[in-house]
């Protein structure tokens, strides 16, 4: 089944401690990107990917780094979490990111609470 | 600020009803879509609309992008409680840029 998935799915932290959110494509898929979903605020783009080792800053990078070793992979790190970065989290792909018919496949979300 | 903003935000109606949610920017795009997110899941593509004035139909939803490009309406004939949900729309912006609004989150009542 053609699929993103996103691990975990829940996950509570303190401030401070390091974690990584897993993301992962089966549909050969060149572009990845991360978002975050706020109340009032809707998707907002954290980082995207155009191919493997290609990445670059979305709307709303700060306190976030990723990388693209392969191309099904694409981990969001955050070094340093902070209460603000509590959210809701997508890992998205799609076969290109710049083409107008691209449809994006979205994974099923991590809900993210810092404490 | 949003670059793409959505109206109205909440929408709530009885089943079989009409309604019309609207997708506004200052900017225009190459191309505009409109995801249906669940609650419990990632948004999912219902349609992608390119061209100024283009109308495209999917059973009871009619999707419009303007004709400057900057604007997109979707129009639900009949709504049904499995029309509810959070319409988001997003438009793609310098080719690799895809900005989203903020959603309109329908409740259709049976």
């Known amino acids: 089944e053609a699929q993103v998935t996103q691990n975990p799915r829940y996950l509570i932290t303190v401030t401070g401690k390091k974690l990584t959110v897993t993301c992962s494509q089966n549909m050969n898929h060149e572009y990845m990107s991360w978002y975050r979903q706020d109340p009032g605020l809707g998707l907002r783009q954290i980082y995207y990917s155009m191919n493997v080792e290609v990445t670059d800053k979305g709307d709303v990078p700060e306190g976030y780094k990723v990388s693209r070793k392969e191309k099904r992979n694409f981990p969001l790190i955050l070094e340093s979490p902070s209460p603000n970065q509590t959210s809701l989290y997508f890992c998205a792909s799609s076969f290109s990111g710049s083409s107008s018919y691209n449809e994006q496949f979205f994974g099923p979300g991590t809900r993210l609470t810092v404490l | ?110």
């Open chain 2, 1 to 110: 600020t949003q670059l793409l903003e959505q109206s109205p935000q909440f929408l709530s109606i009885q089943e079989g009803e009409n309604l019309t949610v609207y997708c506004n920017s200052s900017s225009v795009f190459s191309s505009l879509q409109w995801y249906r997110q669940e609650p419990g899941e990632g948004p999912v593509l219902l349609v992608t609309v390119v061209t100024g004035g283009e109308v495209k139909k999917l059973k009871r939803l009619t999707f419009q992008f303007g004709d400057a490009r900057k604007d997109s309406s979707l129009h639900i004939t009949a709504a049904q409680p499995g029309d509810t949900g959070l319409y988001l729309c997003a438009g793609l912006y310098n080719n690799n840029d895809m900005r989203f609004g903020a959603g309109t989150r329908l409740t259709v009542k049976p």
